[in-house]
């Protein structure tokens, strides 16, 4: 559990940095949503899965992948699934 915290505060001033760097405006919101719209996009394809077959576990590894990833991180658990 402590892994995912770390994982999370880590990504989190990662994003922070990367949106403030670039010179965005409010880059602690922007990297909020981006790492907020990962668990999202992961929990709706968990709520998917009855209708497209597509079942990806709440583990330690794909909950930092979405995290980190955001949306594409979340594709590629769904690519990496289906094989």
Known sequence: MLFVIICVIVTFLLFSFIHFAAKKKKPFKRAFLSMLLGV????????????????????????????????????????????
């Open 40 to 83: 999202l996009t992961l929990c709706g394809v968990d709520l998917l899965a009855g209708m497209t077959g597509v079942y990806i576990p709440f583990t330690v590894l794909t909950l930092c992948t979405s995290i980190a990833g955001g949306m594409p991180g979340v594709a590629l658990l769904v690519l990496l699934s289906a094989f």
